[in-house]
């Protein structure tokens, strides 16, 4: 009941407030019904004049108070045809009026729609035209004193407090759009930023996926080859290149389901294999040999640290390369891995002794340069191309320290370093 209770007195406010705010809607959609009520309120207060002197006093009213009707619309005409009324009144000698009035209302108009500059002039009329007004109007019998007295409470007065209520909505209107525009930029640089985080994510998704399914595929494909040719002849060695074509699809479903998992939503128990490294490589290329590639590696230099986003740059650089090697070096490469610890960086490098050269034009392939975005997250760089002696040669450069760990630029003598050393052959694509 409490809670029932609760919620009825949660609905009543708001069924209180959105007839409110329709009805607020509704007028702020047709200002001059609004407007023309106000200069009909002013009017009333010309009855007595109008009875009394009919012929000057109705003309004058409606010079002062239809203006009133489209202020919003054309703030410095209705002011102005305001003032020429109230001319009028001095010169025909019909003396002061409640009607006046809508002098202030519309210098207030004016100090809240138009430039300051504009509304200071206006208000140095409403202060001439007081000054004017108080000395044809002011009786006689009163000392300056009280002339100055009588014009300030009467006239300047009012009219000063109009103008600074005025320009002060004008001062809050402009800030108020201000935030709004303000408001409106942010709103559109977090999109933006949105958006080039989702393209950012969705380029990382596809590097990882590229790399898993090229590398795995390929040595299921090289796999299911001897399989096939083994299948008569040598029954065993075709059941061992099934097994290893099994073992090598469940690895790739589970690098697979770990990439997809960023994609996934309520699913905060599944267990997702942990990021390849450095030490990972070991089990890459005892992979890469029982596909039938013969493979040597060499560790130069005492190991580093790395941050490990940059260790894994470096195990897709060389599970790439292998996968290149097996596609395009031919059937009798041979590769050589190595692992080089340098003073500022790691030097990766794989080469080959297979055909070498360019991959065929259109073959579509995105492996060098989605090691070269790894790297470069990184600090670290790519250089990839056919080796001097024949075969393919790719050497990844990653730097130590905080530039790899912030993917910030490297220091320009420190990569300079690190490609000096590096002994990187000519850049191509593959």
């Given at each position: ?34 407007d023309g009520v106000l200069a009909a309120a002013l009017a ?225 128990d599944a267990r997702l294999a942990p990021l390849p490294g ?72 794989v080469t080959d002794n297979g055909v070498g050269g360019e ?72």
């Amino acid at each position: 009941m409490a809670v029932a209770r609760q919620s009825d007195d949660e609905r009543q406010p708001r069924a209180y407030a959105e007839p409110v705010s329709a009805i607020y809607a509704w007028l702020r959609r047709h200002p001059i019904l609004v407007d023309g009520v106000l200069a009909a309120a002013l009017a009333l207060f010309m009855v007595g004049n109008i009875v009394r002197r009919p012929l000057p006093m109705v003309p004058l009213t409606l010079l002062m108070v239809v203006p009133v009707a489209y202020r919003r619309r054309a703030p410095l005409l209705a002011f102005a045809l305001a003032a020429l009324s109230g001319a009028g009144q001095i010169v025909l000698a019909a003396g002061p009026s409640g009607s006046d009035l809508a002098v202030l209302v519309l210098l207030y108009t004016v100090a809240a729609y138009r430039p300051r500059r504009e509304s200071v002039t206006a208000l140095a009329i409403c202060l001439i035209g007081s000054a004017v007004a108080v000395a044809a109007w002011a009786p006689d019998r009163l000392r300056p004193v009280e002339r100055l007295f009588t014009g300030t409470v009467m006239f300047a007065g009012p009219a000063l407090i109009a103008w600074v209520l005025g320009d002060s909505m004008r001062y809050r209107r402009a800030y108020y759009v201000a935030l709004e525009d303000r408001a409106a930029r942010l709103e559109a640089e977090r999109d933006a930023q949105a958006k080039v985080a989702a393209a950012a994510e969705r380029a990382r998704i596809a590097r990882e996926l590229h790399d898993v399914i090229a590398h795995n595929v390929s040595v299921m494909v090289v796999q299911a080859d001897g399989a096939g040719y083994a299948l008569s002849s040598d029954p065993e060695r075709a059941r061992a290149a099934i097994a290893a074509i099994a073992a090598t699809g469940r690895q790739a479903l589970t690098e697979m389901r770990r990439l997809l998992g960023v994609l996934r939503t309520g699913d905060e128990d599944a267990r997702l294999a942990p990021l390849p490294g450095l030490g990972d490589l070991r089990g890459l290329l005892d992979q890469a040999r029982a596909a039938g590639l013969s493979v040597s590696f060499r560790l130069e230099g005492a190991r580093r640290g790395l941050p490990e986003g940059a260790e894994l740059a470096a195990y897709r650089v060389v599970q790439e390369s292998l996968t290149n090697i097996r596609k395009h070096a031919g059937p009798a490469a041979a590769a050589a891995v190595s692992l080089r610890y340098q003073p500022d960086c790691l030097v990766v490098g794989v080469t080959d002794n297979g055909v070498g050269g360019e991959i065929p034009a259109g073959s579509g392939g995105h492996g060098i340069a989605g090691m070269r975005e790894r790297a470069e997250m990184y600090a670290g760089t790519v250089q990839a191309g056919p080796a001097p002696g024949g075969g393919f040669r790719v050497v990844a450069t990653l730097p130590y320290g905080p530039a790899a760990k912030n993917g910030a630029a490297t220091p320009a003598g420190q990569a300079q370093a690190c490609q000096l050393t590096a002994g990187a052959g000519p850049g191509g694509s593959r």
